[in-house]
């Protein structure tokens, strides 16, 4: 009888945002596929009128609901726990905080960052379970918000491979155009241009390493970095089929290459995405990225953020293409064991079943 009770019970998302937003998309998609009674609400401004319906509809239904607050909407778990929700799962990932201070930086907006602490730590102060996504990020956020280890549980954010298992590759038109020229091997690279990311040192690194080609795939403005001639750069949204095609041939990815303080906690999505292609990933070495990563022979990492030293690992890993395959390899057998997004859906359905004991 009890174990019928643990099965039979409703994992509700809720959110603001899409349903295949960040992280929590990840997890939601895989457990629509395990647990038959998923559903997932989007809630519009006033969020009071649309939670409130949310939690008394179900009440009439007399079965147990559990509420996974997706990330990054810590303001809706204030609003169900006042309307009477009894169990609430925060996928935060990181703090509301840590954002604001990352994109301020110099021109910071204290009034922003007071408000958002408030929000996060009301919000983690609530809930049943805050998942974050790393073992970095939990010491901090446990000694910040002066919460109990026994809320915080690391899930990672992982990667929505079920979009890409069902989507056909299409190549970029940037690639059509000069198709032969990129059938070689080439170094991929996918983000912002900001201090995180460490696009600029990227730029440097390209006119570096001439002998090989580079494919920079980025949203933000580039005016002010030069790359080699060796590069080909795109400016714009790739959908995910073209995602998929630049991953499928893509020889080696370059992750966050620089020093900033964040990435002693986060782990950048294209981390998950290289190690699920099995392309090797070159990093800066964190704590963090060695929870998915841990082992020497599972990435390309670097201690000493010079040209020079990361040219030189570059340039033996492609001129070795054992290495380079055992290393892609590696990468992918340790994201299937710890990250692939069967064992993240079914980790998170163990753990909401404990709180209907």
């Known amino acids: 009888m009890k174990t019928e009770k643990k099965n039979d019970f409703?994992?509700?998302f809720v959110s603001y945002l899409p349903a295949d937003y960040s992280r929590s998309g990840v997890l939601l998609s895989k457990i629509k596929s395990i647990h038959r009674n998923t559903r997932f609400s989007k809630v519009r401004r006033p969020?009071?009128?649309?939670?409130f319906r949310l939690i008394y509809t179900n009440k009439t239904n007399k079965i147990e609901e559990i509420f996974v607050v997706m990330s990054p909407n810590?303001?809706?778990?204030?609003?169900?726990?006042?309307?009477?929700?009894?169990?609430?799962?925060?996928?935060?990932?990181?703090?509301?905080?840590?954002?604001?201070?990352?994109?301020n930086k110099s021109r910071l907006k204290i009034i922003k960052l007071v408000k958002n602490y408030l929000i996060d730590f009301f919000a983690m102060h609530l809930s049943n379970l805050v998942l974050l996504e790393s073992t970095n990020q939990i010491s901090n956020v446990k000694r910040k918000f002066k919460l109990p280890s026994k809320k915080l549980i690391r899930s990672f954010t992982g990667f929505n491979e079920m979009l890409y298992?069902?989507?056909?590759?299409t190549i970029p038109h940037e690639f059509a155009e000069i198709q032969s020229l990129y059938s070689?091997?080439?170094?991929?690279?996918?983000?912002?241009?900001?201090?995180?990311?460490?696009?600029?040192?990227?730029?440097?690194?390209?006119?570096?390493?001439?002998?090989?080609?580079?494919?920079?795939?980025?949203?933000?403005?580039?005016?002010?970095?030069?790359?080699?001639?060796n590069t080909m750069l795109i400016s714009r949204h790739l959908s995910n089929s073209e995602i998929k095609w630049i991953y499928e041939r893509a020889t080696?990815?370059?992750?966050?290459?620089?020093?900033?303080?964040?990435?002693?906690?986060?782990?950048?999505?294209?981390?998950f995405e290289a190690s699920y292609f099995g392309i090797p990933y070159v990093t800066t070495d964190t704590p963090a990225i060695?929870?998915?990563?841990?082992?020497?022979?599972?990435?390309?990492?670097?201690?000493?953020?010079?040209?020079?030293?990361?040219?030189?690992?570059?340039?033996?890993?492609?001129?070795n293409q054992d290495i380079l395959q055992k290393t892609g390899y590696d990468a992918q057998r340790s994201y299937n064991s710890l990250a692939s997004q069967d064992v993240l859906g079914r980790s998170l359905l163990k753990l909401v079943k404990k709180l209907l004991v």
Request: hydrophobic share 40%; with cysteine; proline share 2%.
């Open 184 to 229: 070689k091997p080439f170094i991929f690279f996918r983000g912002k241009n900001n201090e995180e990311s460490g696009l600029e040192f990227v730029s440097l690194l390209s006119q570096e390493l001439k002998a090989f080609r580079f494919v920079i795939a980025t949203n933000s403005r580039l005016e002010q970095l030069s790359f080699g001639d």
């Open 290 to 319: 060695r929870e998915l990563l841990p082992k020497s022979k599972n990435a390309i990492y670097v201690k000493n953020l010079e040209i020079g030293e990361v040219g030189e690992k570059i340039t033996y890993l492609m001129n």
């Open 47 to 51: 969020y009071v009128c649309d939670i």
């Open 10 to 12: 409703l994992l509700h």
């Open 165 to 169: 298992e069902n989507t056909q590759s």
């Open 252 to 271: 080696i990815c370059l992750g966050q290459l620089s020093n900033n303080k964040r990435l002693q906690n986060t782990i950048p999505h294209k981390a």
């Open 74 to 103: 810590q303001m809706l778990v204030i609003f169900l726990k006042i309307l009477g929700a009894k169990r609430i799962v925060l996928d935060a990932g990181w703090t509301l905080t840590e954002s604001t201070i990352s994109q």
